[in-house]
């Protein structure tokens, strides 16, 4: 069982930046592939990058590639997306979420554990 707490999230001017935090507490932690989703009111849960167990292979929605990184500390139980160059559209709330599946998939319904979200919002 994984428990994950979302924290870093805030309000930034468009250009701007932030980054997230997702602690996990639970023995399994560092056995669980790991990805972060957004939602923003009125849209679906989306995926936005993942990163696998041994932090070996990272993933990306094509909306943040090259602004957003995904890493992870397995020592300290937390993964880390670094969002740079916030644009108005990469406001909702942000969500981590454990796999305990072979793979990173981008699928919610396919992830076993949430944070309770932190909320982004970036102003134009």
């Known amino acids: 069982q994984v428990q994950l707490v979302e924290s870093g999230g805030g309000l930034v001017q468009a250009g701007g930046s932030l980054r997230l935090s997702c602690a996990a507490s639970?023995?399994?932690?560092?056995?669980?592939?790991m990805g972060w989703f957004r939602q923003a009111p009125g849209k679906e849960r989306e995926f936005v990058a993942g990163?696998?167990?041994?932090?070996?292979?990272?993933y990306y929605v094509d909306s943040v590639k090259g602004r957003f990184t995904i890493s992870r500390d397995n020592a300290k139980n937390t993964v880390y997306p670094q969002m740079n160059s916030l644009k108005p559209e990469d406001t909702a709330v942000y969500y981590c979420?454990?796999?305990?599946?072979?793979?990173?998939?981008?699928?919610?319904?396919?992830?076993?554990?949430w944070g309770q979200g932190t909320q982004v919002t970036v102003s134009s």
């Open positions: 639970g023995r399994t932690f560092s056995s669980t592939n």
């Open positions: 990163i696998t167990w041994n932090g070996g292979n990272t």
């Open positions: 979420a454990g796999r305990n599946g072979l793979l990173v998939t981008i699928n919610p319904n396919e992830y076993d554990y």
